[in-house]
């Protein structure tokens, strides 16, 4: 095995750190690292203007000579259309232990024509890198070109699709554009990167599950390209690719990075079922080539994503959607315990939940598998709330930071407890044993684990971690059956928490050579010393506080004792003078301590109290610019002498009245005029599908309109003998087309689903055949109006071009009659200067703006709800609500809309004109539409247009539309108005 012994580091000159690697390579072996001593993780990262390190070796990533261990949790900007509330959600990640931040940026979401970007408003990549380094998180920047990601065509832009060339090959076309993209954003990321002081992008990847084209030239020079282009581009940071399915693929060595191996790292994902075993994929799993990490021995275990949660698709009788309550509660907190501590257990060094915050595919972004909501089941929901699948998270999160024994692991000998499955690892320079106890039955287990003098209760399908051995501060664990959370040191102490359901007793042992003082200074405890000893045994309830002094030891330690409700109200925050550890409020955003005085920002639910450790020296405290009264608590910290209020009430408005109504495809007329509609009349496309003999080409795609709704109107002049009319068409899941004919409807089709043997799977096309009525079969002039809900492009998750299938029309015959027709084509106007090229479709409304706030409805007619209308087409229901939250809360306001599930309609909702998404009354699952602040006016005036397709065959809504509270809290952060 062909070892480089030098330093894989990202900048030149970083081999003063001496990291040779050693060893045979052999999987599971150790490699020396002696010149990187157990010591603190890196500072929280900043853009400092300082150069800065990014090497590994195999058991994690080095940075600046030190280790670290990646705990990081994914969110699209592109999901969150209002930049102020990325620093929310960035906040909220770091608060809960996760060191970075993993985001796709999605190639369609920035550019609607060839040479066209777009990286301003909600688009600014710049400033959500900016606001990273401000929250002090590093970023994995992921951008493609491919994504997948359940965005439109896997995150190719519309006008890929009618391109020449075969994309995520080597394919010339494919590749000038590429570069077009990277050129802009590589020229962002360059002065975000770690490396260089400019913030905190830390590592990069390129292409996403790329697994077709593996060994021909085809694939391999178009990898070499991208690792090239990147390079050029001043990327100096660690690059790498995440292989789907753990092949083995795109290992160092399989293409040509031109020669620098030791700059790339490999990364496989994996989503297994929450109902299996976990899998054992890292260093020390199966091997082989599906073994994961074991594929590539010399670069730490990689994770580029690991399922948090899982996309749920369109409800009905195929897809079955149930909701993202069933995604939460399959994959809920003991799923991340037992899976995500199996991953560490493997020596995953490197790990990112896919999603942590899910967020929204609004307007036309979802790909055509799911709907709006892209929540995902994720720790973080929707609507920014902190859920409970952020305990384990916090806890771990915590812990990989504040202790560095975790960061070079072996496996160690093979230990065995009874009912349990049990991993033994141990640091090789401290000593301190890792014990990741799972279990993986159906009833809790208690068992003895060896070296732990105390019983261990799991529950079922649970698991925690144990250690022995390991130093806090000044003095030493023996052994605890409680899981460490964290040990740092604050003013005149150290503190060291530990945590576990709340109810169990935990026995926690501190080596101590001598008699210490003991005192239990709050909470439910017992002690006892013999033999260099001291035994802790407490009931978890809230916060037990036991103080330990003396002993031998100057410096006291303060033992926190924590169950897991309260755990995550617990804060630990670096700051230049030290640490700070912060009790009580719900979150805890900013902490900034400047001479004896201590400035807190964050969030508060319920009223709590609050409570500070930090630097000696400490007496003021402000909380959101608030000054606190404090006393010194005994066991050390200032307290607040009142607790901190909670958040009040927010009251939201009905959406009873100021309904105005208003039909509109007038496309649908005869004597519409259309003269300025594009001529449908090509004859070649680059599209995958065939253009059928004897007919033009009828793709949207082709004539430049990509998104949303598309109408064809074909002229034509002799119906005689017509006795139906068949319509091909092509869109994605829950497409549909409505046809009239001289105005007089013809009828709805829908897209049926994948078990009707009359679509090919996939490309999700079908063909409706409407009757021509009898008295329309007459000579003379003719117009058949069609109008085409397309449901966006495919994903082309086996680079085999699918985002490349047509959409829109395919062909149009006629039985009875053979007339010639002449098409003309419409689809949406030009893109939206702020909302971007996915804000709108072709419905005469959007092309009028009606969907705009300052759209003139006075002269709309009055409506009320709810409807029971009864008519192919589409209306408009326009109104407008006032807010008046109170600045000082963060209000999460969605949008619910509910009726007969029988009724055939759909709504694409606008607020203050940005499309919010699609909502399908007898498809559902989804009822609720988060509304993002900043789009959504918490104070002021709202507009609220519903623009409703109605299939005709059924009465159609809307019925009940109203506003839901998702969450409130007292806090927040400053929202600018997008
Ligand atoms: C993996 C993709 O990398 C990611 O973009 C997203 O699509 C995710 O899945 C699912 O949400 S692909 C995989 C699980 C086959």
Known sequence: MGLSRRTFSALAGTTALGLALGGSGAASCAYAAPTVPTGPAPAPPAADGKRHTIGFDRYSLIVDGRRLVVWSGEMHPFRLPSPSLWRDVLQKMRAHGYNAVSIYVSWNYHSAAPGQYDFTGVRDLDLFLRMASETGIYVILRPGPYINAEIDGGGFPGWLTATEGTARTSDPTYLKYVDEWLD???????????????????????????????????????????????????????????????????????????????????????YPSPTLTPPDWGHFGVGGTKGGATASPQTPGLVPEFGGGWFDPWGGVWFKGKGYAESRR?????????????????????????MTFGGTSWGWLPAPVVYTSYDYGAAIDEGRQATDKLVPMHQLGQLLYHVPDLAKLDRAEDVTADGLKVYHLANPDTGAQVYVVRNDGKQTVTSAVPGIDAPVTVPAQDARLLVTGLKLGRRELRYSNAQPMLALSAGRQEIAVLTGRSGETTVTALECAMRPTVTVVEGDADWSYEDGL???????????????????????????????????????????????????????????????????TGDTVRAAELEVWGPRGLREVTWNGGELKVRTSASGSLRAAQPLPGVGTVTLPALRGGWRRKTENPEAAPDYDDSDWKLADRTTTYSTTPV??????????????????????????????????????STGTQGLLMAWLDGRPLGTHRMPVPGNSSVRQGSWADTAV????????????????????????????????????????????????????????????????????????GLYGERHGWHLPDHADGDWPEAELPRADRQQGVTWYRTGFKLAVDSGIDASIGLVLDDDPARAYRVQIFLN??????????????????????????RGTNTLALAVLSDGTTPAGPSDVRLTLLGAAAGGVTVADV
């Not at 230049?576 to 400047?594: E, K, W």
């Not at 495919?794 to 680079?799: R, V, W």
């Not at 498809?923 to 959504?936: C, E, R, S, Y």
């Open 692 to 729: 059928p003999d004897g007919q033009p080409v009828l793709f949207a795609d082709d004539y430049g309109f990509h998104y949303g709704d598309v109408w064809y109107r074909g002229h034509f002049t002799d119906a005689r003998g017509a006795e139906s009319v068949s319509l091909a068409y």
């Open 770 to 841: 409407f009757d021509v009525p009898e008295e329309l079969r007459k000579d003379g002039a003719h117009v058949l109006s069609v109008l085409v809900r397309r449901m966006q492009h495919d994903q082309d998750g086996k680079a085999q071009d699918t985002h490349k299938v047509a959409r829109g029309l395919t062909a149009v015959t006629f039985a009875g009659a053979a007339p010639r027709l002449s098409w003309r084509i419409q689809g949406e106007a030009a893109p939206d200067p702020v909302r971007g090229p996915q804000n709108n479709g």
């Open 184 to 270: 802009q954003v590589n020229a962002i990321a360059g002065r975000h990167l770690y490396s260089k002081g400019g913030g905190t992008i830390l590592l990069y990847q390129i292409e996403n599950e790329y697994d077709a084209h593996v060994t021909e030239p085809a694939g391999r020079d178009y990898m070499a390209h991208l690792y090239r282009k990147v390079r050029a581009d001043g990327i100096d940071v660690p690059l790498f690719h995440n292989d789907k399915g753990r092949n083995g693929y795109w290992i160092p060595g399989s293409f040509d990075t031109d020669g620098e191996q030791g700059r790339w790292l490999y990364g496989f994902d994996g």
């Open 913 to 938: 004109g940005w499309n919010m998404g699609q909502y399908i009354n007898d498809v559902g699952p989804q009822h609720t539409f988060a509304l993002p602040n900043g789009i959504l006016r918490t």
């Open 330 to 354: 399959l994959r809920d907190a003991a799923y991340e315990r037992r899976f995500y501590l199996t991953n560490f257990a493997n020596g995953i060094t490197l790990h990112n939940v896919y």
């Open 534 to 600: 001291l035994r802790i045994e407490a009931q978890l309830d809230g916060l037990t506080r036991v103080l330990v002094s003396g002993g031998g030891v100057g410096t006291p330690l303060l033992l926190l004792l924590a169950d897991d409700e309260t755990s995550v109200r617990l804060w630990p925050r670096e700051t230049p003078s030290g640490s700070v550890l912060v009790y009580g409020p719900a979150l805890l955003r900013t902490a900034d301590v400047s001479g004896t005085a201590v400035r807190l």
